[in-house]
C-alpha cells in the first residue's frame, strides 16, 4: 500500500524569506526522496500544508515536483464565494493550487469549536469542489485516561457516515479522496506518543469502522499523527495498520521531514 507523509506547517514560518528557505531545503530534500523511491520501487506520496497566505507561493514551487499542497482548512459557509469576512472557500484554495486539505484538525476544534456539523459542512464543500481531505481525528488526554478513545473515534467518524447517507454516489471514489489521521490530541506537539501496538489497534478499529459503512471503504488510509519525528518514525512505519504520518513539528526542518519520509518509502516496499 502506498504511504503518506504530510507536513502540516501549521501558522509557520513566519515570513515569505523563512518559506523560501524551508523550501529550498525541502526541494533538495525532495529529490533525494524521489532517488529512493525510483532505487527502491517504493511509494510514498508527500504533501504539504502551507498557511493559507503561502499556499499559492508554495504550490507553484511544488509543481515541478511529486510533492501534493493542501490547505488547513476550507469555509462552511459556501463552497465558493460569499459575505464571509476571513473565510477562504474551498474553491479558492483550489484555485491557489492545493488538490487537498486537512479538516478536523484538533486545533480547529479547539480553538474554533468545530463540531461535526460545521465539519459535515466543509468535508462538502471539499470534495464536491474536487479537494481530497485528510480528516483528523483523536481523543483528549482526559478521554484517554478515560478509556474514551474508541468511543470519541466512532463519534468523529459519524461525520464520515453523514457524509454517505447525503452524497451516497460518491462512496466508491472516497479511498482514493479521504484520509484518515489518527491523532491523540494529547501527543499534539508535546513529544508524547503513543505505543505503536496502541496506535495499530486504533487504527485496525477505524478501519473496521469505515468498512462498516461501505465494503467500498475497506481500503482507506489511516496515517497516525502527534510528535512524529525522526527518532521513532521508523517504529510507526513498521506497522501494517499505519499508513503514514501527519507531521507538525518535525516538518519544518527539512532533514528530520526527509528522515521520516524515508523510513515510510522503505517500509512500503
Ligand atoms: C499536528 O499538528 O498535526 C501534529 C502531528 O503535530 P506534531 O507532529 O508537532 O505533534
Redesign the pocket.
Known amino acids: 500500500m502506498q504511504a503518506w507523509v504530510i507536513g502540516?506547517w501549521?501558522q509557520n514560518p513566519a515570513t515569505s524569506d523563512d518559506v523560501d528557505v524551508l523550501l529550498n531545503d525541502l526541494c533538495a530534500a525532495i529529490s533525494d526522496i524521489e532517488q529512493v523511491s525510483k532505487d527502491s520501487s517504493a511509494r510514498c506520496q508527500l504533501m504539504i500544508a502551507p498557511s493559507l497566505v503561502h499556499l499559492a507561493a508554495v504550490s507553484s514551487r511544488l509543481k515541478a515536483t511529486s510533492v501534493l499542497c493542501a490547505g488547513q482548512d476550507v469555509s462552511a459557509h459556501s463552497a465558493s464565494t460569499g459575505a464571509y469576512t476571513g473565510e477562504c472557500s474551498a474553491q479558492q484554495v483550489v484555485d491557489a493550487g492545493a488538490t487537498w486539505t486537512i479538516l478536523g484538525?484538533?486545533?480547529r476544534r479547539q480553538y474554533h469549536q468545530e463540531s461535526n456539523d460545521t465539519l459535515l459542512q466543509k468535508m462538502t464543500h471539499a470534495l464536491t469542489q474536487g479537494l481530497g481531505v485528510v480528516f483528523?481525528i483523536g481523543e483528549t488526554q482526559a478521554q484517554y485516561d478515560g478509556n474514551q478513545t474508541l468511543t470519541v473515534i466512532d463519534n468523529q467518524l459519524a461525520v464520515v457516515k453523514a457524509f454517505i447517507a447525503e452524497q451516497p454516489e460518491l462512496i466508491d471514489s472516497l479511498p482514493t479522496c479521504l484520509i484518515i489521521?489518527y491523532?491523540p490530541v494529547w501527543?499534539?506537539?508535546?513529544g508524547k506518543v503513543p505505543t505503536v501496538t496502541e496506535v495499530s489497534a486504533t487504527h485496525q478499529h477505524i478501519k473496521q469502522t469505515l468498512a462498516g459503512f461501505a465494503d467500498s471503504l475497506s481500503t482507506m488510509t489511516v496515517l497516525y499523527?502527534?510528535?512524529?519525528?525522526a527518532n521513532n518514525a521508523n517504529s510507526f512505519a513498521a506497522d501494517p495498520m499505519i499508513d503514514g504520518a501527519?507531521?507538525?513539528?518535525?516538518?519544518l526542518k527539512a532533514d528530520s521531514f526527509l528522515t521520516i519520509a524515508t523510513a515510510f518509502s522503505q517500509a512500503s516496499i
Open positions: 502540516n501549521k484538525h484538533s486545533e483528523c489521521a491523532e501527543a499534539i506537539g508535546t499523527g502527534g510528535s512524529v519525528n501527519l507531521v507538525g513539528g518535525a516538518s
